[in-house]
Structure formats: C-alpha cells, structure tokens
C-alpha cells in the first residue's frame, strides 16, 4: 500500500470535517502517513498457537554466494513485535431478550406464551411454539401471569 499523497490528506481532511471538529486533524493525519512503511504487513492470527499474544518479525540480511544462501544475524533492534489484537465480542442481539426466556421457563413449562414476534405484516404476533431467536426476528417479552 503506497502513502498517502499531500493532496489525498487534504481530500480526507475535508471530507472529515464534514462531521469532525477537531482542528489537529490535519496533523494527525499527517502524522499518521509519517509512520507508514511502504510494505505492509498483516499477521495471520488464525496459523498462531492458541496462547501466542505477540508475534515478533526479525529482518535478516540474505546474500547469495556460490548458490548458497548465508544469513548475517540480526539483533533484537532488527525485529518488530505486533500484539495479538483483542477480539471484539458482539453479542447476541436477543441476548437480554434470551436470558428472559430461560427466567420464564424456568417457572413455567411453555415459555414462549409469554413472548411475541413481528409479522411480516409488521404486527406483533404471539409465539406458537419454543423461539429460536433468529438474528433477523423482532421479538418482545409481554408477560404473563398463566
């Protein structure tokens, strides 16, 4: 990924102060550019062993003699160390939802009596049978003293 040209910074910047009022964008952003490599580089975290928290990226200086290749060491100042990043949680849109459910059918043998669904009609309908609390669904605890 190449740097970003004074004039792109200069686009960003006025696009950004559409909605941000921050008036050290500019140099943030130039800052920013400022610290870029020229090569990127991403690790793969999916290959790394389940405990690793940092990975660390060593440069070796590589010649080629006689159709061998011989490494010169490096020391620790020729390595670059990048953290694993922390995962983000989303949790369950019916979360709050699903952990009333558990509470209702805990005291009653039909728990879905006490909860409704949305319709494609857009009305709130009661639920028949056990809610499965699709991603997609709207679904509402209306209570119920049965």
């Known amino acids: 990924m190449a740097l970003l040209t004074e004039e792109q910074i200069k686009q960003l910047v006025k696009m950004a102060s559409v909605t941000s009022t921050a008036t050290s964008y500019h140099e943030d952003l130039c800052e920013w550019n400022e610290k870029q490599t020229t090569i990127q580089f991403e690790v793969d975290w999916k290959d790394a062993p389940k405990h690793a928290t940092k990975a660390q990226l060593r440069l070796y200086w590589v010649t080629e003699s006689l159709g061998s290749e011989l490494w010169s060491g490096s020391d620790l100042w020729d390595s670059v160390i990048i953290e694993r990043p922390t995962p983000v949680v989303t949790p369950h849109p019916h979360a709050t939802l699903m952990t009333k459910y558990a509470e209702v059918a805990a005291r009653r043998h039909d728990p879905w009596v006490e909860f409704e669904i949305k319709n494609t009609e857009n009305e709130w309908i009661g639920c ?19």
């Open 128 to 146: 028949a049978a056990t809610c499965c609390f699709y991603h997609k669904n709207e679904y509402r605890h209306i209570g119920d003293d049965k």
